[in-house]
């Protein structure tokens, strides 16, 4: 079946929501513009009665200009009135009344009004530009006495009662357009009116009759799978597991109807699977009841094997403590031997450094001996210029003759006197040469000491680490033997517990054996239940 797409009740209900709600829309667009149409002709009325009051205004001021335009005749042929000027009473409110009349014009001319309508609007503007020309041409000429004023009123009243009526019948045409076009506008208003009422009356009840259709269908499909489904439940009740529900639609209920088919499926071979375990169980719970009184022997055997463990497990223990003692005294003794041999390294490491500073302090010494052979040969070098200095001293006493005697005898002993200070350099710097060859060897040999000491402190100090590694190899010795005894303790606790656990265990498979025996008995009446069953 292909999953992507299905009429659930969801999409169902979807649709059918859908459908009333597309039709409402479109009901209700209608309405809108069916509303707004209804207003344009109220418009349009507005606009008529409008045009309506603007007409009969201006018909009536024109009667009422007529009525003045007549007193002022009558005055002016009765000889009440001989001169007309701008302060006539009459002739104001006849000016005036033209200017109202002009007015009104303009306003219908500015209205929306039908080609017929503008024509008479024309008519009716002609007809009283006419009679404010003619009108303006009497008043001048009374005023101005051109003319007798009784011919002129004559003259005027003629051409009055020739087209007094021009302005009121096309006023009375205008106001027949006006009543026609009233009338078409209420037409229409109740044509748009009934037309309305009639499309939202098909539309609702286009929807009613989707509604009907569509839910009728749903409820129809939802009761046949229902009764399906019920039927099958009554058949399952029974104990007939052979029962299958036909799938009646493609539904979330189809859906319900294929899935109960796979779970009396999956449940008929559950019940097979069940028989045959049950069988199965019969003939396992027999050799388990075998098997476990067989244990039972096997466990009391096991038992006596097992304290005779504990026993040997005990002497283990006792044995490992001996050797725990044992490495105890040896852990002693090798920290005593590394004490010493820690000592010996420093007491060597002490002789080093006194062996450094001596060969420093002998150095300093050859230095010094160096430094006194230097001074040496200067006294040396001052004694030989000394002597040359009485040889030449003897020499010019020599020449003095008599008078440098004196100064020869002078000469003479600072020449012996330098002489001995030669000789006594001399002997002095043989002894400083015998004293820097000694200090050399005395600095070799205390080099030779230091470097036998610095061996004997590393030979020292390998000592000292081979004894500290020798203490960490004893100590882990030590800890891995008290351990080994921890363990030959628990050893023998944890034997003498499973030694208890195995007698408990014999006496469980006994009682094992009795269970097995009570379930080979179930196994045998649920195999007999299940082959009771239709499946």
């Known amino acids: 079946m292909n999953k992507k797409f299905r009429f659930t009740i969801a999409v169902k209900t979807g649709l059918a929501s859908a459908v009333v709600a597309v039709l409402l829309l479109v009901m209700l667009i209608y309405m809108v513009v069916s509303v707004w149409s209804y207003e344009g002709a109220f418009r349009s009325e507005i606009d008529y009665y409008k045009s309506v009051s603007t007409t009969e205004n201006a018909r009536i001021t024109w009667i009422k200009m007529r009525s003045e335009e007549a007193k002022l005749a009558t005055q002016i042929q009765t000889w009440t009135v001989t001169k007309v000027g701008s302060d006539n009473p009459?002739?104001?409110?006849?000016?005036?009344?033209?200017?109202?009349?002009?007015?009104?014009?303009?306003?219908?001319?500015?209205?929306?009004?039908?080609?017929?309508?503008?024509?008479?609007?024309?008519?009716?503007?002609?007809?009283?530009?006419?009679?404010?020309?003619?009108?303006?041409?009497?008043?001048?000429?009374?005023?101005?006495?051109?003319?007798?004023?009784?011919?002129?009123?004559?003259?005027f009243g003629i051409w009055q009662t020739d087209n007094a009526y021009a302005f009121a019948n096309k006023a009375a045409e205008l106001l027949d357009t006006f009543a026609q076009c009233r009338k078409d506008a209420e037409e229409l208003q109740n044509s748009i009116h009934r037309t309305a009422l009639i499309f939202a009356g098909v539309l609702l009840l286009i929807a009613v009759v989707v509604v009907i259709v569509m839910t009728r269908k749903m409820v129809t499909s939802l009761t046949r799978s229902a009764k399906a489904l019920s039927a099958g439940m009554d058949q399952l009740a029974e104990g007939d597991f052979t029962v299958e529900v036909s799938r009646g639609s493609t539904d979330e209920v189809g859906d319900m109807s294929e899935e109960f088919n796979q779970a009396m499926s999956r449940m008929r071979d559950s019940i097979r699977n069940t028989v045959t375990s049950a069988e199965e169980v019969v003939g396992i719970t027999s050799g388990i009841g075998d098997g476990a009184r067989n244990a039972v022997e096997a466990a009391q055997k096991g038992a006596d094997y097992i304290n005779s463990g504990a026993a040997a497990a005990e002497q283990v223990s006792r044995s490992v403590q001996t050797v725990a003692a044992g490495a105890e005294e040896m852990n002693a003794s090798i920290k005593e031997i590394s004490s010493n041999a820690n000592s010996a390294a420093g007491v060597a490491k002490e002789a080093s450094e006194v062996a450094q500073q001596t060969n420093e302090t002998v150095a300093k010494l050859g230095e010094s001996s160096k430094e006194i052979g230097e001074v040496i040969e200067t006294i040396t070098a001052v004694a030989q210029q000394t002597n040359l200095l009485a040889l030449n001293a003897t020499i010019e006493a020599a020449r003095a003759g008599d008078a440098g005697k004196g100064f020869a005898v002078v000469a003479s002993e600072v020449k012996d006197l330098a002489a001995e200070?030669?000789?006594?350099?001399?002997?002095?710097?043989?002894?400083?040469?015998?004293?820097?060859?000694?200090?050399?060897?005395?600095?070799?040999?205390?080099?030779?000491?230091?470097?036998?000491?610095?061996?004997?402190?590393?030979?020292?100090?390998?000592?000292?680490?081979?004894?500290?590694?020798?203490?960490?190899?004893?100590?882990?010795?030590?800890?891995?033997?008290?351990?080994?005894?921890?363990?030959s303790q628990t050893i023998a606790e944890n034997v003498a517990h499973i030694a208890k656990q195995t007698n408990e265990l014999a006496q469980q498979f006994t009682e094992m054996n009795e269970r097995m025996d009570g379930l080979s008995g179930q196994s045998q009446d649920l195999a007999s239940r299940l082959n009771e069953l239709k499946y």
């Open 421 to 487: 200070t030669g000789r006594a350099t001399e002997e002095v710097a043989i002894k400083v040469e015998q004293i820097q060859t000694d200090t050399q060897a005395a600095v070799s040999a205390i080099e030779e000491i230091s470097n036998i000491i610095a061996s004997i402190n590393d030979y020292q100090t390998t000592i000292a680490a081979a004894v500290e590694e020798q203490t960490a190899t004893t100590n882990e010795m030590s800890r891995s033997v008290l351990e080994a005894a921890d363990s």
């Open 90 to 155: 009459n002739a104001t409110a006849v000016a005036d009344a033209l200017e109202t009349v002009n007015q009104d014009l303009q306003k219908l001319q500015s209205s929306k009004l039908t080609e017929k309508q503008r024509q008479i609007v024309d008519a009716m503007g002609a007809a009283a530009a006419d009679y404010a020309k003619r009108w303006q041409a009497f008043i001048t000429g009374v005023s101005e006495n051109r003319v007798s004023t009784a011919a002129a009123a004559d003259e």
